[in-house]
C-alpha cells in the first residue's frame, strides 16, 4: 500500500503558475507510475497526467498540454505537476495517485493508491 500526499494548491490569477508536489511512502517508489487527476465540483474525476516509474515517459490530457509539465524526484518519493498559463477551467482539487505499475496509465482503474487531493483555484 502507498501512502500519498499533496501539497502545494492555492488561489491564482488566471495566467499564473502553481506547481503541487506528492509525497509517497509505502511500496519502492521508483516502482510503479504516478498519475495526477482533478475532480470539479459535480463532475467525475478526469485524468490530468501521468509518469513511468522511470519518469522518461510522461503522457498528458489534451486539455493541459503544453501548459503544465509532470516530473518525478526518485530520491526524494515526490512527484510534481508544475501548471502554467493557469485558466478558470483549471480550477479543482487535484488527486495524485499511485498506479499498480510501473508504465504509463491514464484511467482511475490503474492506479490502486490516491492522495487526499489539494485544491486549486483560478480566479479571472
Known amino acids: 500500500q502507498v501512502q500519498l500526499v499533496e501539497s502545494g494548491g492555492g488561489l491564482v490569477q488566471a495566467g499564473g503558475s502553481l506547481r503541487l508536489s506528492c509525497a509517497a511512502s509505502?511500496?519502492?517508489?521508483?516502482?510503479?507510475?504516478m498519475g495526477w487527476f482533478r475532480q470539479a465540483p459535480g463532475k467525475e474525476r478526469l485524468f490530468v497526467a501521468a509518469?513511468?516509474?522511470?519518469?522518461?515517459?510522461?503522457m498528458y490530457a489534451d486539455s493541459v498540454k503544453g501548459r503544465f509539465t509532470i516530473s518525478r524526484d526518485n530520491d526524494k518519493n515526490t512527484v510534481y505537476l508544475q501548471m502554467k498559463s493557469l485558466n478558470t477551467e483549471d480550477t479543482a482539487v487535484y488527486y495524485c495517485?499511485?498506479?499498480?505499475?510501473?508504465?504509463?496509465?491514464?484511467?482511475?482503474?490503474?492506479?490502486?493508491?490516491w492522495g487526499q487531493g489539494t485544491q486549486v483555484t483560478v480566479s479571472s
Open positions: 495517485a499511485a498506479a499498480r505499475g510501473a508504465g504509463l496509465f491514464g484511467t482511475t482503474g490503474s492506479f490502486g493508491s
Open positions: 509505502g511500496r519502492t517508489f521508483s516502482s510503479y507510475g
Open positions: 509518469i513511468n516509474s522511470n519518469g522518461i515517459g510522461t
